[in-house]
């Protein structure tokens, strides 16, 4: 292989950036290579080409530059003196410096007397300071009368040293009369001289090619100069796109040629995971430089620049790290961290909410007011109707209130006080879900009526399954186990839907099902949505049947032609037990011996037709559907009874909540979060859903963030690309994978641990949640930054607002009911349905049809009874305790929403804990709605006060109550016929004591 080049003028087309810095670093003497700021950084690495560089040399830094120099355009055609070396200061040991000369040298130099940077004379010592923030860079100058006698440079002592102009040192205009270019002796590499034009004037460019028309030159593109085309005797190199294993295979074919073959690395973290994962059978190690070496691969670290030639004369090949990763090329956010509510807060009351009573209809939630009526002071909420209507509600009145989340970005349309619109609107979704409720339970009802595959418990087989499950099951794995299991043993059909959040061991419950129906000689099918997630839980089940003799196989497009072949026939035959697979899966070659068992992971990722194909598979087949998000139509049935439902809330151990950020777009919270992921060792997903920008967002990514490694995955890639791609994130291969949604479905990545998406407000919930749960899967604590532009609709702000505020681990399926709030239930029901949910609201439609259900299936259902309590008491979280309107009415909403004396003393310590010990009037509220809790318990209607006592009535006349204990109460108290219930004297009762005495009276109760 030549080390040295000797190059005349001529035109090289075609040649990547990595060929033209051999070329120029390997050329025999001095060489200049002009290209465009931008550009500059890939040719900095010639130094592994043994030809280290300088770049942009000024008057500074001049004596120091070096044979090759790398010149900026902007450089090139600055001014410069004529002869630089007139402006440089030699200073060596024993030679005489007079006085005054050197000091108005200095001064010209742009040195100061008695200032930093600037020199300090004490009598026979000069000290020069050269950098103001460096003292290191301090230079010692001793003089035995004009002799320099000693020199030092920091603690070191020198010979000499030569001293250059300060860079805002004024040396006159006479000075700058040539240009650095000319300066510069050597042959001039020009590299993209067709960017020339966007950093430089015309004139300027035209005193450029005048002056390399007299120059030796080699450029790389096309411009003005009238050059020769040389032959291109280097063969550029595709790109792999992260095909690591193609490179693997191209390597092996070059080494067993006789190549030399380098791989130019920008990071050293790249060439370990190439030594240990890529390159394990091939003669591979790391080199200091680019040197011959036949039969060997060198990684050598250091150069950060682009594309792979091939050199046939030389027997010489080499990459860099940018042709092996596909879209390797180097700025980028402060966001708010929402901190997590509660789960059971997840969408607080707030100023501007729409509440619907159930008399009045729709009305905008304005605010609290304090009012005081027959001097008593109470907190009112403000509820405004069309034509400025307004209604003032008690705040104990809370509970009866239901929320209007808007089935569109416009809101819902007011209800008019003192009409019977609200009614007539009621009563038309009452119809609507009458017909609906038919509908379902007839289909529920022929279900039921099927004759299924009963599987019941297999003692001696059963517990096999447990040997090679690491884990042990948390409470409500365990739960959700016996569920599925007690399905499958009936001769009904199985339906059941296991919601979880993601990594919360919902396979662990299917492997389960699946050992069951195996051990009954029954086949399983798991389909699943992505074939990256086919793969994975393909590897799991393996993992967990291994030593049993259960066959499991994967079928996706993944699986060769023969494989595929090979499976179809199998599972005709019978000897396969297990198989995983995508949509393939639902294809018509696809036929089974004996399938007892379907299982559907995300089950919202398919669509109506192929659902319809799953059903038709077999009619009495038990399905198993797992998801972190059920699709609102499935979870509205679990709503209403129509479907089987586990619940798996409790995380493994260790598990943290993610961390998520919701703000606008900024490149700079991008680069952040990338750089904190990058220093504690972790994995980046940067979400991006655009295939047609991949590329350049890509590199813009790369820009951003150069300490980065960069991969690309995308739904157009093909299935072996796209697999390679994501294994080797999973490996460490890739610091950020730069992906679309396709990333969304169960992928579980070790060590990803921050997710940023772009244009969040363009994605659904449910595919939000999803992608969040690519990352926090381990017990590090993991961030999620939702960014979006600066404007939002109203629903993508609910849809990011919820997600951000849905924190707690186990939230998943909150997270479908506020998605089916937010975006309605569109056509799943029909027009006809989402017409009457746009009118009255989900909540209050979905209770219509199960009351309406419950009237078919026969059951008796109480409707809840409202306690109307009307006591002369001062009773409310005063301003004054709570300061905070917000605190405040998020206070009344949870209280509102208890549904246990416990929970209301839970409310009650958080209060003293951040608010202090609870003044009388708070108290009071709190113990009305302890109050209002047992009196509803009881069957109580109404308490109401009158002048000498106070009356509780209930709703049925055949009370049971301890009519001895009732006497012995120290206050007066006489059961009543008309209304049923109770009369509590006043009479030697303070008003302190009111509540304690109807509470103990209702005790007696039962």
């Not at 355009?73 to 002869?83: E, V, Y």
């Not at 680019?290 to 080499?318: C, K, N, Q, S």
């Not at 890639?717 to 396709?742: C, H, K, P, R, W």
């Not at 169960?746 to 992608?771: F, H, M, P, S, W």
Request: aromatic share 8%; net charge negative; with cysteine.
């Amino acid at each position: 292989m030549s080390q040295t080049l000797t190059l005349t003028s001529t035109r090289l087309l075609g040649l990547p950036a990595v060929a033209r810095l051999m070329l120029f670093a390997r050329h025999e003497g001095p060489a200049v290579l002009l290209t465009t700021t931008e550009r500059a950084p890939l040719f900095e690495g010639a130094g592994v080409f043994g030809a280290p560089v300088s770049r942009d040399p000024d008057l500074s830094s001049w004596h120091e530059r070096r044979d090759k120099v790398v010149l900026t355009l902007p450089a090139a055609l600055r001014p410069f003196p004529a002869d630089p070396a007139r402006y440089t200061l030699a200073l060596t040991l024993g030679r005489d410096y007079p006085r005054e000369t050197l000091l108005e040298r200095l001064v010209a130099f742009g040195f100061e007397r008695d200032a930093m940077p600037g020199f300090v004379v004490r009598g026979d010592t000069l000290t020069l300071y050269l950098d103001a923030e460096d003292e290191a860079k301090t230079l010692r100058l001793e003089f035995f009368g004009d002799e320099l006698e000693r020199l030092t440079l920091g603690e070191e002592g020198l010979g000499s040293y030569t001293l250059a102009p300060l860079p805002h040192a004024e040396l006159g205009e006479e000075a700058w009369t040539s240009r650095l270019l000319e300066q510069l002796p050597g042959v001039v590499f020009l590299d993209s001289s067709e960017l020339f034009a966007g950093e430089a004037e015309a004139a300027e460019l035209k005193w450029l090619w005048a002056h390399l028309g007299a120059r030796t030159v080699v450029t790389f593109g096309r411009d003005p100069l009238e050059l020769p085309e040389g032959e291109r005797a280097l063969e550029p190199l595709g790109y792999y796109r992260g095909k690591l294993r193609a490179f693997a295979k191209d390597a092996q074919l070059w080494l067993e040629g006789g190549y030399s073959v380098t791989l130019l690395l920008r990071f050293e973290r790249t060439g370990r995971y190439l030594l240990e994962k890529v390159l394990g059978d091939l003669d591979a190690g790391w080199e200091p430089s680019v040197r011959a070496h036949p039969g060997r691969l060198g990684l050598t670290v250091g150069a950060e620049t682009r594309g792979g030639f091939r050199d046939p004369e030389a027997r010489e090949i080499v990459l860099t790290e940018d042709l092996l990763y596909g879209y390797q090329g180097a700025r980028a956010g402060g966001g708010k961290k929402l901190a997590g509510r509660r789960v059971q807060d997840a969408v607080q009351l707030s100023a501007g909410d729409y509440l619907i009573h159930p008399d009045h209809g729709i009305g905008r939630f304005m605010g609290l007011e304090p009012r005081q009526v027959l001097g008593v002071t109470r907190d009112y909420l403000i509820l405004q109707y069309a034509g400025a209507g307004k209604l003032y509600l008690p705040v104990e009145q809370l509970p009866l209130l239901r929320r209007h989340p808007g089935t569109t970005d416009d809101p819902p349309r007011l209800s008019t006080l003192g009409t019977n619109e609200w009614a007539r609107a009621r009563e038309r979704a009452r119809v609507g879900a009458q017909e609906l409720a038919l509908k379902l339970i007839r289909t529920y009802a022929e279900r039921q009526l099927q004759q299924g595959l009963a599987m019941p418990a297999n003692p001696e087989w059963d517990p096999l399954i447990d040997e090679n499950c690491p884990f042990e099951l948390t409470p409500d794995q365990k739960s959700a186990t016996q569920a599925v299991l007690h399905d499958m043993a009936r001769p009904v059909p199985m339906d059941r839907l296991i919601s979880g959040d993601v990594g919360f061991g919902k396979t662990e419950v299917a492997i389960r099902a699946a050992h069951r129906a195996v051990g009954h000689g029954k086949q399983v099918a798991m389909l699943v949505p992505t074939t990256v997630l086919a793969k994975q839980h393909f590897e799991t089940f393996a993992e967990r049947f291994a030593g049993l003799p259960v066959v499991v196989e994967l079928l996706s497009r993944f699986s060769t032609d023969k494989e595929a072949r090979d499976i179809l026939a199998g599972l005709k035959a019978g000897t396969i037990d297990v198989v995983i697979g995508t949509h393939r899966l639902l294809s018509e070659e696809v036929a089974f011996k004996d399938l007892g068992l379907l299982i559907v992971d995300e089950e919202h990722r398919f669509g109506v037709g192929q659902k319809e194909r799953m059903k038709a598979m077999k009619a009495n087949l038990d399905v198993l559907s797992l998801s972190a998000t059920p699709i609102p139509r499935t979870l509205y049935m679990s709503l209403v009874g129509l479907r089987d439902v586990s619940q798996i809330m409790t995380p493994p151990a260790g598990r943290k909540p993610i961390q998520t950020v919701l703000q606008p777009f900024d490149p700079m919270v991008a680069r952040e979060a990338v750089m904190f992921e990058l220093e504690r060792g972790g994995k980046v997903f940067y979400i991006h859903d655009r295939v047609g920008s991949m590329g350049a967002k890509a590199l813009w990514l790369q820009k951003l963030v150069p300490e980065a490694r960069i991969g690309v995955a995308h739904g157009q890639m093909s299935g072996d690309e796209l697999e390679e791609v994501m294994l080797n994130f999973q490996g460490g291969a890739y610091d950020v994978l730069l992906a679309t949604t396709i990333v969304e479905s169960g992928l579980d990545v070790a060590g990803a641990n921050t997710l940023l998406i772009e244009r969040a407000d363009k994605l659904g919930l449910a595919q939000l949640y999803q992608l969040r749960g690519r990352v926090g899967r381990r017990s590090t604590e993991a961030w999620a930054y939702l960014l979006y532009p600066g404007r939002l609709t109203e629903g993508a702000q609910r849809r990011l607002f919820a997600l951000a505020e849905l924190n707690d681990l186990g939230s998943g399926h909150l997270l479908a009911e506020k998605d089916m709030e937010i975006r309605g239930v569109g056509n799943l029901l029909g027009p006809e349905q989402h017409g009457h949910i746009s009118a009255v609201s989900l909540e209050v439609y979905t209770e219509m049809l199960a009351e309406e259900i419950a009237k078919l299936k026969g059951e008796t259902q109480e409707a809840p009874q409202a306690v109307a309590i009307d006591l002369n008491l001062d009773a409310r979280l005063s301003p004054s305790y709570i300061a905070d309107d917000d605190a405040r009415i998020a206070f009344y909403g949870r209280l509102a929403e208890t549904t246990s004396l416990a929970e209301v003393a839970r409310v009650q310590r958080e209060m003293r804990e951040r608010y202090g010990p609870l003044p009388d009037e708070v108290r009071t509220f709190t113990e009305l709605v302890k109050l209002r809790l047992l009196a509803a318990q009881k069957g109580v209607v109404t308490i109401t006060e009158h002048m000498t006592d106070i009356q509780v009535s209930f709703a049925h006349e055949n009370l049971d109550y301890d009519a001895r204990k009732l006497k012995t109460l120290p206050f007066g108290v006489e059961p009543t016929r008309y209304p049923p219930g109770f009369s509590l004297k006043k009479r030697g009762l303070r008003g302190s004591e009111v509540l304690g005495a109807l509470t103990d009276t209702l005790y007696l109760y039962a």
